[in-house]
């Protein structure tokens, strides 16, 4: 990359090109992930360039304060410089296991506390009459309403993510079980089950609309795009976000937001947390605690309203 490269000579670009191939070859990372932890190494060794380092070695404590400072100064938010601190963290560990550097400077290092933002969630009311009205919009036949309804009620009736969405097929599907395989981050499989409303939209979707987009290329994708190749996350993302504006009476937007209330809804029906994080594909029960919080405020909001001594 030319700002480790250019700035701080071949030693930065070489330990950063070694770096990459790391996470893609031996941590199994996407490419998506890989191109974002480089910009932020990059970014942090063109700035200790500047500062006068030169090497790895020359790396101190003050060139990853400095950065941040600068990083704050440019206004960035405390989500962002986080992440890009825990890149640059990341990266130092890497080296030291590598023998390019004795010790991580990074270690005290302290970056700002991630915002604790509450994801936005449909009420279940929401959700009922989003799918009553896909379901009337798919009652025609049309091909892109079958496809968005199935979509959707995959969406919310399992939690997946949309990446994961997009890269079904059809053989992924076992109908009489009504599971689905799934590959999720870091190349994991997981089974996940789905309901029978997602059950007969997608029979609807590969009974009605799906032999009308086939061609050439579409091969076994589950969904497909306008030109019969695999439905890409924009368009998904796209519809989704159409269909949640069309409430007109919710903040939530995208794929995300499907997949916080599916997690919520879990939860508020009285799931355990462990089974949510399972099928949810977090590696992390921490990750999953979050919406224990939704439920809460829900609940609380709830018992505030009916409670005669509230």
Do not use: C
């Not at 890989?34 to 970014?43: F, Q, T, V």
């Amino acid at each position: 990359m030319a700002g480790a490269g250019a700035a701080g000579g071949d030693e930065f670009a070489g330990a950063l090109d070694r770096f990459s191939a790391y996470l893609t070859r031996e941590r199994n990372r996407s490419a998506h992930t890989g191109r974002a932890y480089r910009l932020d190494i990059d970014l942090f060794l063109t700035h200790a360039s500047s500062a006068g380092a030169s090497r790895l070695a020359e790396l101190e404590l003050r060139h990853f304060r400095t950065w941040l400072g600068a990083l704050d100064a440019a206004g960035l938010s405390r989500s962002t410089i986080a992440r890009r601190a825990a890149s640059v963290r990341t990266f130092m560990d890497w080296a030291v296991r590598e023998d390019l550097v004795p010790a991580n400077p990074a270690l005290r290092l302290r970056a700002p506390k991630r915002a604790g933002h509450l994801p936005t969630v449909l009420s279940q009311p929401q959700a009922t009459a989003l799918f009553e009205t896909l379901g009337e919009r798919a009652q025609g036949g049309e091909p892109r309403e079958l496809q968005r309804r199935a979509m959707l009620e995959l969406l919310y009736g399992t939690g997946i993510r949309v990446g994961e969405l997009v890269g079904l097929d059809i053989d992924d599907l076992a109908p009489e079980r009504r599971t689905l395989v799934v590959l999720g981050k870091g190349g994991k499989e997981r089974t996940v089950p789905y309901g029978v409303p997602a059950a007969h939209a997608i029979d609807d979707w590969l009974r009605r609309g799906r032999a009308t987009r086939v061609t050439g290329k579409s091969g076994p994708a589950l969904f497909l795009g306008a030109r019969g190749g695999r439905i890409d996350q924009r368009t998904v993302r796209l519809q989704v976000r159409e269909s949640l504006e069309a409430l007109g009476d919710t903040a939530a937007r995208g794929p995300h937001a499907l997949r916080h209330s599916a997690a919520t809804h879990l939860l508020d029906g009285g799931a355990d947390l462990r089974s949510v994080q399972e099928l949810l594909g977090h590696s992390s029960l921490a990750t999953t605690q979050l919406y224990t919080h939704v439920s809460v405020d829900r609940l609380r909001s709830s018992y505030e309203q009916a409670h005669p001594r509230a």
